[in-house]
């Protein structure tokens, strides 16, 4: 009938006569709990009966450990153990949603005790199996145990692919291990593991940060010649790093690339581009840029953000050069923008680039 509060009642009285739960009514209940998402009440259940030593089928176990470790971790855990002393043993996925949560709050000591244990029991059998806890033990910063079970997968005969070796390089970037990370990617290359878009992001974004600007554009050209594409992160993580660094000229080679490999990523990289040069007040460089554009309405978005960036550090006349520019190569663009500028028009900073619009439209009879 689904009334979970009555067959609490009923199994409560079983105890208190004394009779011994049966697994399958207990796992029935215990499901019944998780399906009405009452978590605390079946970890209580599932406490009772774990301490009185009672038998518990391995799915009902199962979906605790998963659902359990949502909201207690620790007693997840011991769910686990209590299924490995039964000679049990997890699913993969009870393993992935134990992981997570056990990374969420903060647990890697569990994490890792869960690791070592199953490690014993023969559980990682296969690469997927220790990507998983590869994975998790990365996210939860244990890297010499992730590195441990690296090692121990590769005496097993079993290759790491490259979601594994971009765990433990992400892991290591965000540590500032830079050294240990250039040798797991050579191993990974000299293991015949290609590295995907995941792997060089990883790279390109550690060597910005760091202000290895060539190094980190070396690698963005190794991809085309390894037949990657960069995706939109690795082109703004790349186009951020050679502004800073006045790179200009490279930074205009790597924008281009991105529109040459897809019109639609060749726009939003624009955007970004226009505000990173205009953060670092490269002005006269960005107006360049855009005029040499094609000056289709696409790219409407660019031109407003670099009007609004002149608005704000007073740049009038060379605001009015621009529009100028614009107004002869393309008055479609030239009047797109100034109905959206119009819309602006309450605004006390856009006001001066109203009044340019105004004089334009009186100089041009085609506006």
């Known amino acids: 009938m689904g009334n979970v509060v009555d067959v609490q009642n009923v199994l409560k009285k079983k105890r208190k006569l004394g009779v011994a739960p049966r697994s399958n009514d207990y796992g029935q209940f215990i499901f019944a709990l998780i399906s009405e998402r009452l978590v605390c009440e079946a ?42 002393d039964k000679e049990g043993l997890p699913t993969l996925l009870t393993l992935t949603n134990l992981g997570r949560n056990l990374c969420k709050h903060g647990r890697s000591s569990e994490l890792v005790e869960v690791f070592q244990v199953l490690s014993a029991k023969e559980y990682f059998v296969d690469t997927q199996s220790y990507n998983v806890i590869i994975t998790f033990l990365c996210k939860a910063g244990r890297i010499k145990e992730a590195y441990q079970a690296l090692q121990e997968m590769k005496k097993k005969g079993l290759v ?68 990657v594409a960069p995706d939109v992160t690795i082109y703004t993580t790349l186009l951020g790093g050679l502004c800073r660094a006045k790179h200009l000229d490279t930074a205009v080679r790597v924008f281009n690339k991105s529109a040459e490999q897809d019109m639609k990523l060749g726009q939003t990289t624009l955007i970004a581009f226009i505000l990173f040069l205009c953060k670092e007040g490269l002005y006269v460089p960005t107006s360049k840029l855009l005029t040499s554009c094609i000056c289709g309405i696409e790219n409407l978005e660019a031109h407003m953000t670099f009007l609004k960036f002149l ?57």
């Open 160 to 227: 790491p692919d490259v979601s594994c070796y971009n765990a433990l390089l992400e892991a290591c970037c965000r540590e500032d291990l830079l050294r240990p990370a250039k040798r797991l990617w050579d191993e990974m290359f000299t293991n015949c593991c290609n590295g995907n878009v995941q792997t060089y992001s990883i790279f390109i974004q550690k060597f910005v940060e760091i202000g290895e600007i060539d190094e980190a554009h070396r690698l963005f050209c190794c991809m085309f010649e390894k037949g």
């Open 311 to 367: 608005a704000d550090a007073g740049e009038v006349s060379l605001a009015s050069e621009h529009l100028e520019q614009i107004g002869d190569k393309s008055p479609l663009m030239l009047h797109a923008l100034h109905t959206d500028i119009m819309s602006f028009s309450s605004s006390p900073k856009l006001k001066p680039i109203v009044k340019l619009f105004q004089q334009l439209q009186e100089n041009h009879q085609n506006f």
């Open 43 to 84: 970890k209580q259940v599932a406490q009772v009966i774990i301490s009185g030593n009672f038998p518990l089928e391995e799915d009902a176990l199962n979906a605790l450990i998963g659902s359990v470790s949502t909201v207690d971790p620790y007693c997840a855990v011991s769910f686990l153990n209590f299924m490995l």
